[in-house]
């Protein structure tokens, strides 16, 4: 069985589990048997099309699957997988809106200038 | 990573008698010492955000005697700022972040030069402030600035010092495309909107970002002193193509191994990305060609019908922790989490409105609700529960 840790972004979609263990030989086989088991996570990890989301990264033991054949790099008996979202931090889904007033003290350089 | 040092010898002054004591401990260490830190002394650092990550930033490299710091963020100081924003006090609620921030590193040490920037660092400046800098450090809290700061950083050959932080768990790297990968390399693209909680939704452990953006801080010194050392001492590794994760409810480190995409778009071989691109747009917050809308419905007129008794179905899609803060009278609860497997509880015959705290996470339960193939008209409570407290009651709390 392979352990997988579920980042904390994910973890409601997953019964609040930090890590599970799942079958599979394959990374792709290890995220489909978590999705298999959580399918609200389901959405979260693969698109419209069934494949891997761009902002979801996938590593087996230290190494991006990207490098090692994506969903087809191997996945030792008793490897561990890690998904890895993007986070951003504050903001809630979208930027706020514009300052809401200048004070005078704004010294960037004039705008739109290219380098 | 080892890395030469980002500063050019032909930019080192001497220091003051003054500064050899104010700096003593940091001259002790043979992989700073008076080099180091005349490095740091001529070195200048853009901390983009002044919010939890930029807080310890600058306090600490104020601190270490970084000559010249700028500070970039177009807020204000809000009483929910200050559980972990610990550069700002109570006294400093309403003014802008960057003059709060100012004064206290100034404080610090009177010593170094402080420029501010008082906007959001946007394409149309990005390129003319961090130009200046030598290294920036990443302090931001949304994707679109995110990638900004990294094509920005890429296009100016500069290293991007980069943290983040959701909840209990930290990320840290150092993106320098001369050397290793950037941040496109580890995330081409965004999450749709919605998809990810945003600390504002999902919360944020006060001490995370110290942990987080103090380790940003050190990557920061090490770059301008130069990680291979000086004198002989043993070489420090740079963050370079390494992704650090951080549990802190765990108290957990790992670290991830990342390599340069030569398809990158930005640092690759053939990068299609040459200039600043519009990154709302790039990041989906600007609705996309064809994409229906989410119908909406603002608190006013949420209440209005309500009032009237017409046939609403209003369903909170927050955590249980969540509305136990600011319960919503007669919603049912469906938390996100579970949206997809009961989708059949809700009637598609009437009218559904759904809400969480600030409207996002709620658009894309309706979202996904329409792919699960619902029929029925599903409206979005405009800003959410937030919305309600400020518009119809005033006795709910904000959160």
Redesign the interface.
């Known amino acids: 069985m392979a352990k997988v840790f579920i980042p904390t972004a994910l973890r409601a979609f997953a019964d609040g589990k930090a890590q599970v263990e799942v079958g599979g030989a394959t990374a792709g086989e290890v995220v489909a048997a978590l999705a298999e088991l959580y399918p609200d996570i389901r959405r979260h990890i693969y698109d419209a099309e069934g494949k891997l989301r761009s902002y979801v990264n996938v590593f087996v033991g230290e190494e991006d699957i990207r490098n090692f054949g994506g969903l087809g790099a191997p996945v030792p008996p008793d490897g561990e997988v890690t998904l890895v979202p993007a986070i951003a931090g504050g903001v809630a889904g979208a930027l706020r809106a514009a300052p809401r007033q200048t004070d005078g003290i704004v010294r960037s350089k004039a705008a739109g200038r290219k380098r | 990573m080892n890395v030469a040092s980002i500063i050019p010898d032909d930019r080192l002054e001497r220091l003051s008698n003054a500064e050899i004591t104010r700096y003593s401990r940091h001259l002790l260490l043979p992989q700073v010492g008076v080099d180091g830190q005349r490095r740091l002394k001529a070195a200048k650092v853009l901390v983009v955000g002044t919010?939890?990550?930029g807080a310890p930033l600058a306090l600490y490299l104020a601190a270490a005697g970084v000559g010249t710091l700028g500070l970039v963020d177009?807020?204000?100081v809000e009483a929910s700022n200050l559980q972990r924003q610990i550069i700002h006090g109570t006294r400093d609620i309403d003014r802008?972040k960057?003059?709060s921030a100012a004064d206290r590193v100034k404080s610090i040490n009177p010593d170094i030069r402080v420029?501010?920037?008082?906007?959001?660092l946007?394409s149309?400046?990005a390129?003319?402030?961090i130009?200046d800098y030598d290294v920036v450090a990443d302090g931001?809290?949304?994707?679109?600035?995110?990638y900004l700061v990294n094509d920005a950083c890429v296009?100016?050959g500069k290293p991007n010092v980069y943290g983040?932080?959701?909840?209990?768990?930290g990320?840290a790297s150092v993106f320098y495309a001369k050397e290793g990968p950037c941040y496109r390399c580890?995330?081409?693209?965004?999450?749709p909107?919605?998809?990810?909680?945003?600390?504002?939704?999902?919360g944020?452990l006060g001490v995370l970002p110290g942990i987080v953006g103090t380790i940003q801080a050190s990557e920061v010194i090490k770059l301008v002193v130069g990680a291979g050392g000086a004198g002989g001492a043993v070489a420090g590794d740079s963050l370079i193509g390494r992704?650090l994760?951080f549990?802190a409810w765990?108290m957990k480190f790992?670290?991830?191994?990342?390599?340069r995409?030569e398809g990158c778009p930005v640092c690759g071989k053939a990068p299609s990305i040459r200039?600043l691109v519009d990154y709302?747009q790039f990041c989906g917050?600007k609705p996309a060609p064809g994409e229906e809308p989410v119908e909406s419905i603002t608190a006013k007129e949420l209440k209005a019908r309500l009032d009237a008794g017409d046939p609403l179905q209003v369903i909170d899609i927050r955590?249980p922790h969540e509305q136990a803060i600011a319960p919503f009278p007669g919603a049912r609860y469906i938390?996100?989490?579970?949206?997809?497997?009961r989708a059949g509880e809700i009637d598609a015959a009437v009218d559904a409105v759904f809400l969480c705290?600030?409207g996002?996470?709620s658009k894309f339960a309706i979202r996904?609700l329409r792919?699960a193939g619902h029929r029925g008209r599903l409206l979005n409570l405009q800003d959410g529960v937030g919305a309600w407290a400020r518009d119809v009651d005033s006795t709910l709390p904000q959160y």
Do not use: H, W
């Not at chain 2, 580890?186 to 999450?191: M, N, R, V, W």
């Open positions: 919010g939890g990550l177009f807020d204000f802008p960057v003059a420029v501010t920037y008082n906007t959001a946007k149309d400046n390129l003319s402030i130009e931001t809290d949304n994707y679109p600035t995110r296009l100016l983040s932080i959701f909840q209990f768990e990320q580890l995330y081409p693209s965004p999450p909107p919605g998809l990810v909680p945003s600390c504002a939704e999902g944020v992704l994760l549990d765990a790992r670290e991830l191994k990342l390599r995409d200039e709302e917050l955590e938390p996100l989490g579970q949206m997809a497997r705290k600030v996002q996470r996904a792919e």
